[in-house]
């Protein structure tokens, strides 16, 4: 029986800041119920997450997706009527 032999090729390094940390969402919530974010703030309390959000009139709703696209700032941006 012959020998098979599998060649592999180095992985390519990875860039965090190119590949990972610019990642820019923009999410609605407004599918969740109230037991969602009840089951969502006790698990952020007992992993003790820091959330930080930067909240924006609705009017300014472009001034905030300018400024997540720059990095302005870290966390959320969320809109407020």
């Known amino acids: 029986m012959p020998v098979q032999r599998i060649h592999l090729t180095d992985i390519p390094p990875l860039n965090y800041e190119k590949h990972l940390f610019q990642e820019r969402?923009?999410?609605?919530?407004?599918s969740n119920t109230r037991q969602d974010a009840r089951e969502f703030l006790g698990f952020a309390a007992e992993h003790k997450l820091a959330v930080t959000v930067h909240p924006y009139p609705l009017d300014a709703a472009d001034q905030a997706l300018r400024d997540l696209?720059?990095?302005?700032?870290?966390?959320?941006?969320?809109?407020?009527?």
């Open 25 to 30: 969402q923009l999410r609605s919530v407004t």
């Open 69 to 81: 696209e720059a990095g302005r700032f870290d966390g959320a941006a969320a809109l407020v009527p």
